[in-house]
């Protein structure tokens, strides 16, 4: 089956602009999950959705924000850019349930987005 | 909160030598633990994962990790090292199903020929 689809995967904006990130997860997966990656800080969670709820938020300033459709995609948005914006975006997907412990269920990422930001 | 420690942000084997890439945790409860691997360019690919059971976990492409809850690590493995093993490595913890995955800083490996 189709991995984890994120576009685009690569976008150069400039400071002040905004940018929107688009996830698609693994056919039947409610649950999607973005990470911000840089060489400084490594892989940071920014916030999870499940079933269109936001259920977990990372340490991420409010120009950050997400949101998760009916059909499960996520998209991620980023205002205000600044220099320190610039990094991958990775999403991942996983299956299960929120409520139950689904602690064993893997997270699939996609190939991420990369942002530069000028 | 869980926190993960990877010891060598940069490892250097030869070809066919034994890798050793440390992993060490800390959770006030025990934790899933989980391997990932990401090559240039790409995502994160799960190598293996703990969760609960055997405390030697066999993964893909010839990788294992011990679980040592006394020591609190979740160090990984290869016998014999091969060129295409070159890539970023990143050990996670979560305390549960229901809180985001912890990274590591990650360890690049390097194999030499």
């Known amino acids: 089956k189709a991995g984890v689809t994120q576009t685009p995967r690569y976008l150069i904006k400039t400071r002040g602009q905004q940018v929107t990130l688009s996830c698609s997860p693994i056919?039947?997966?409610?649950?999607v999950s973005w990470y911000q990656q840089t060489p400084g800080q490594g892989l940071q969670f920014l916030f999870e959705y499940f079933s269109e709820t936001q259920r977990n938020k990372g340490n991420f300033p409010g120009r950050f924000s997400g949101r998760q459709f009916s059909n499960s995609r996520s998209e991620m948005n980023v205002s205000t850019l600044e220099l320190g914006d610039s990094a991958l975006y990775l999403c991942?997907?996983?299956?299960?349930?929120?409520?139950?412990?689904?602690?064993?269920?893997?997270?699939?990422f996609g190939a991420g987005s990369r942002l530069t930001v000028l | 909160a869980q926190s993960v420690t990877q010891l060598g942000s940069h490892v250097s084997v030869s070809e066919g030598a034994l890798v050793l890439l440390r992993c060490n945790y800390s959770s006030s409860v025990p934790p899933y633990l989980f391997w990932y691997v990401q090559y240039p360019n790409q995502g994160l690919q799960l190598l293996l994962k703990y969760t609960t059971g055997a405390t030697l976990v066999k993964g893909i492409n010839g990788f294992e990790a011990e679980f040592k809850k006394s020591e609190t690590s979740f160090h990984l493995t290869k016998p014999s090292a091969h060129m295409s093993d070159a890539a970023e490595y990143f050990c996670?913890?979560?305390?549960?199903?229901?809180?985001?995955?912890?990274f590591g800083k990650g360890t690049r490996l390097s194999v030499i020929a």
């Open positions: 991942a997907s996983r299956g299960g349930t929120f409520l139950r412990d689904s602690g064993a269920n893997v997270l699939t």
């Open positions: 056919s039947g997966h409610r649950s």
């Open positions: 996670a913890v979560a305390l549960s199903g229901n809180t985001p995955l912890v």
